[in-house]
């Protein structure tokens, strides 16, 4: 879709969500609670509700023309809690409008939460539901909802199954860690599967359930995958990725060109391995090494705060999309005094890396039609010390992208055998820590004298014959508040310096920074809270703190527009 249609469409589709569907809404501005003085940490182009908590994004996808997302929502509170499903919809995944709650915890297996879940598509395109909920004594079983009317692209009414619950914990499976079915798939009999995250003895796994009608099921005799390393799994996610390009798969038994990701949430992190799905034995075969075994430690992202996690395959762009639950680093007491919690990863298209041992990933195309106000520098030296502030754009609410030439690899520090952990790495050798190669990079959200900084920085090193690029995010500097955490995060990134050149791009939001090193290798999202640096405040700097010169090759950024996030529109009640 060309950018001067865009406007047009949203404009079409509010006119059919409020003419045409009978719907109505007091306030058809700017999301009221946006980013400004009074709400310094309220993001303008990420999702999030107007008010209260959020967290897991459930069932996104992509139907009849329109983008949904439901996402677990508290309706009364900014802290954890009474959980419904929220709903949401959009035409190009930036703008959106809020429709009322999908789901409501008023059943009594339900009325500890309606908790997360995901969307499957039936025979003839019908959508179904297949969500936790958690009873009083938060008892979990897995439960149906289907569409009022499958004819409604908007979606706004559901029905929960009579035969709710359909699964229940059986004798061996605790009842309070059994939850967050997958979306489901049908084997190759036609008998449909769905993975259910637990653990047993604090193994993690990952249950299997299989089923003729979508209604009876029936526990498989073996576990699908499970592993003693890493403890209770929530969110599992298992999905096709094609092997010749990065278009996303939808169908679970292509042969040949297809390899499969499984990932699951646990010890604060989104982790995937791949292997291949052995569609006749319907199991799982993990390609080379399993969940925290030897220094392979593959993460969606490696921050603190991306958690979660759900795909969807976009049917009109023929693309997987990732979403995330973009947690709070700041206290419980300011998350009340602010009144709201949570927000939503920009959403990312996932496709498996052309060497084939891990997966890219990158923001929507569509966040690009935000970008104004671009600002480009080529060609830069940057010598030991020094320091080029990026003007003439919204630093606190802006889209860079930075690639680097560094002309004296072979003067590169020796790798220590025992840097193996790249978040230690960072926190050692921090952005203040002078090296030969690095660190260089931006210093996003800073104040002018630099009391306030973000630094996103590499340093290189060399091993032997090959080099090691690492990316690092300190927040050491980021706010003078203490009730914030201030962690410093890293990845090893899988780049070949001495072959291609070293890119960043970084989104900045007033609290939220996603980073995405390498074209997408390797992913940190972190969520800061300056007290000096906010709004017009924010400044933006290019930076070598390393002993030896590097060239920035090319470095764009842009101001970026804030997304409209519309507020809830309530079906009209009949005329009497």
């Known amino acids: 879709m060309h950018t001067m249609e865009k406007p047009v469409v949203w404009a079409l589709l509010l006119c059919f969500v409020a003419v045409v569907n009978g719907v109505q809404t007091t306030d058809l501005g700017q999301n009221g609670a946006s980013a400004g003085t009074t709400q310094p940490y309220r993001t303008a182009y990420h999702f999030q509700p107007l008010k209260n908590w959020m967290n897991d994004p459930n069932g996104p996808l992509y139907y009849k023309g329109v983008y949904h997302l439901f996402y677990q929502y508290n309706p009364y509170s900014a802290i954890w809690g009474n959980m419904t499903w929220g709903h949401s919809i959009s035409n190009d995944l930036v703008n959106w409008v809020h429709l009322e709650h999908a789901l409501n915890p008023i059943e009594p297996y339900e009325l500890g939460g309606c908790f997360s879940g995901s969307i499957t598509m039936l025979p003839g395109g019908r959508p179904v539901i297949f969500y936790t909920g958690a009873d009083t004594n938060n008892f979990q079983s897995q439960n149906l909802a289907f569409p009022k009317d499958p004819s409604d692209p908007l979606l706004r009414e559901w029905v929960k199954s009579p035969h709710n619950p359909v699964i229940t914990a059986e004798d061996d499976i605790e009842p309070s860690d059994f939850r967050d079915p997958t979306t489901a798939w049908q084997a190759v ?76 949430s646990f010890l604060d992190h989104d982790h995937y391995i791949l292997g291949y799905y052995k569609a006749e034995r319907n199991g799982f075969q993990v390609e080379a090494t399993d969940f925290m075994e030897a220094n ?105 992208e930075i690639s680097f030439e560094l002309p004296n690899l072979e003067d590169a520090e020796q790798m220590e055998p025992s840097w193996t952990d790249p978040q230690l790495l960072c926190a050692q050798k921090n952005a203040a820590v002078e090296g030969r190669l690095g660190p260089f990079g931006l210093l996003v959200l800073a104040s002018s004298n630099l009391t306030e900084e973000t630094a996103i920085f590499f340093r290189v090193f060399k091993n032997h014959s090959r080099h090691i690029v690492l990316l690092c995010n300190d927040l050491s500097r980021s706010s003078l508040s203490r009730d914030v955490r201030k962690t410093t995060f890293g990845a090893f990134l899988d780049i070949n310096p001495l072959q291609e050149s070293i890119s960043l791009r970084t989104l900045i939001d007033h609290s939220i920074v996603e980073s995405f090193g390498g074209g997408g290798k390797a992913c940190i999202t972190a969520r800061v809270y300056p007290v000096l640096a906010v709004d017009k405040e924010a400044k933006l700097f290019a930076f070598n703190k390393g002993s030896h010169n590097i060239k920035i090759l090319k470095l764009n950024a842009w101001s970026m527009k804030e997304a409209k996030i519309l507020p809830i529109m309530k079906r009209r009640k009949p005329p009497v």
């Open 189 to 264: 009999d036609g008998t449909w599967q769905v993975l259910i995250g637990g653990k047993i003895d604090g193994r993690g796994m990952a249950y299997l359930y299989q089923s003729n009608d979508f209604i009876n099921w029936t526990r498989s005799e073996k576990i699908f995958h499970s592993s003693v390393k890493t403890g209770m799994w929530e969110c599992p996610d298992f999905y096709p990725v094609s092997i010749n390009g990065k278009d996303g798969v939808d169908n679970y038994l292509e042969k040949g060109n297809t390899k499969f990701v499984l990932k699951a």
């Open 296 to 400: 392979t430690d593959w993460r969606y992202d490696y921050g603190g705060k991306f958690y979660a996690s759900k795909t969807f395959f976009d049917g009109g762009k023929k693309r997987r999309i990732l979403w995330a639950w973009i947690m709070e680093a700041d206290s419980r007491a300011n998350d009340i005094k602010k009144g709201w919690s949570g927000l939503q990863s920009i959403p990312r298209v996932v496709w498996l890396s052309a060497s084939g041992n891990q997966l890219m990933q990158w923001p929507v195309e569509e966040i690009e039609s935000l970008r104004k106000d671009e600002v480009e520098i080529k060609d830069k030296e940057l010598e030991k010390g020094s320091l080029v502030e990026v003007v003439g754009i919204t630093a606190a609410q802006a889209d860079v």
